[in-house]
């Protein structure tokens, strides 16, 4: 079992910055494809980026040049750089692992909320 614990997240004014961190336990983390979500209710849990084992990364483009996805294996963590925040990054925002041996298994944290204020 893989726990995922978030971090980082709060009140920001629009055009501000944030850092979340997303620390996994065990270890499989290096080996994992990782990625951050957001949710707003009344809409579908959007990926905003994703890292894989590899190092290759994605991002979804409404936060291409704004948002940074980083990791440290050394540290198991997982991080999402936020600067330009606008108030439509307003989310809750999730870690997702996901790794694959003889079955695939997926884990989420329990969200950290971003707020941004115009």
């Known amino acids: 079992q893989v726990q995922l614990v978030e971090s980082g997240g709060g009140l920001v004014q629009a055009g501000g910055s944030l850092r979340l961190s997303c620390v996994a336990s065990?270890?499989?983390?290096?080996?994992?494809?990782m990625g951050w979500y957001r949710h707003v209710p009344g809409k579908q849990r959007e990926l905003v980026a994703a890292i894989s084992s590899r190092g290759s990364i994605d991002y979804d483009d409404s936060v291409k040049g704004r948002f940074t996805i980083s990791r440290d294996n050394a540290k198991n963590t997982l991080y999402l750089q936020m600067n330009s925040l606008k108030p439509e990054d307003t989310a809750l925002y999730y870690c997702n692992l996901r790794f694959s041996a003889s079955r695939s298994y997926e884990y989420w944290g329990q969200g950290t909320q971003v707020t941004v204020s115009s």
């Open positions: 065990g270890s499989i983390f290096r080996f994992s494809d």
